[in-house]
């Protein structure tokens, strides 16, 4: 039995106190170790912008091809982005299920849950290094710089056009509220914890995948512009009427892109 305390039997069976305990200690544990894959991500991250490996990827010029290495370096680069704007704002949910599998006696498929959220994260990611290639095939990036204009215009509007929609609600909603991430979907063994942990990435994935593209209007490693962007969808997610914060947020964009598309044409 994975995750159970030697000689205590059932975890269910424990006394109150100690089984209270028992949650608070693996709270902390999982509240560190998230919080430590999340700024080990911001750590590579920095350390990129300050001349790591991907400074060859980003100074490429537009016409030059993609290799293998270059292909592999913009997926890890994107996969770690990923990993530390999105794992922080996925700990309630965390939380929720390690809580019920210690009380199940099978804490270690808490693990496994975290992997299912993440690999939906590196699908979106490797769609992400597609286009990113793409655009620089297609002259209107460098290699992850900036795609402004008609093109950036045309990004910020989508996203916040995307902001209003119903499909947005529905999966922000999903994400601010733990239980019902997690209610009436429950899977027994490993496979159900990462299907489980992927489907609650996908509600995240359909909740910010458009505001992750806005990192293309920028630039890839905009580190100003990655971590306003980590906020916003960390208060959209659990701050007090982030709901709304979604809404203004949205409306901003247009506005945003509406006058990013009039100086373009100045």
């Known amino acids: ?48 912008v300050h001349g790591g490996v991907d400074m060859a990827l980003m100074g490429m010029p537009r016409d030059a091809r993609w290799g293998a290495v270059e292909a592999v370096l913009a997926f890890v680069m994107w996969s770690v982005m990923m990993l530390a704007m999105m794992l922080p704002s996925a700990a309630p949910v965390v939380l929720l299920f390690a809580a019920l599998e210690r009380r199940r006696g099978r804490l270690a498929r808490t693990a496994v849950f975290v992997a299912g959220y993440l690999a939906t994260w590196g699908a979106f990611s490797a ?24 093109f950036g ?28 991430a997690l209610a009436g979907r429950w899977r027994p063994g490993r496979r159900g914890a990462f299907v489980m942990g992927a489907r609650h990435g996908f509600f995240c994935l359909g909740c910010c995948w458009l505001l992750m593209v806005l990192l293309f209007v920028s630039g890839v490693m905009n580190l100003l512009w990655v971590a306003l962007l ?22 901003a964009l247009v506005a945003l892109a509406l006058g990013l598309a009039v100086a373009s044409q100045v």
Not at 20 to 32: C, K, M, S, T
């Open 127 to 150: 769609a992400a290094t597609a286009l990113q290639w793409g655009l620089q095939r297609a002259a209107i990036t460098n290699a992850g710089g900036p795609a402004l204009g008609l």
């Open 230 to 251: 980590a906020v916003l969808v960390l208060a959209e997610k659990l701050a007090p009427g982030g709901d709304r914060l979604a809404r203004w947020s949205g409306a």
């Open 1 to 48: 039995m994975d995750g159970s305390t030697s000689g205590a039997g059932p975890a269910g069976a424990l006394p109150p106190g100690r089984l209270e305990g028992l949650l608070a200690r693996d709270r902390a544990v999982i509240l560190a170790g998230l919080g430590g894959l999340a700024l080990a991500g911001w750590a590579y991250l920095v350390w990129l």
């Open 153 to 180: 215009a045309a990004l910020l509007g989508a996203a916040g056009l995307y902001q209003l929609t119903p499909l947005k609600r529905a999966c922000l909603a999903h994400c601010r509220s733990p239980v019902d």
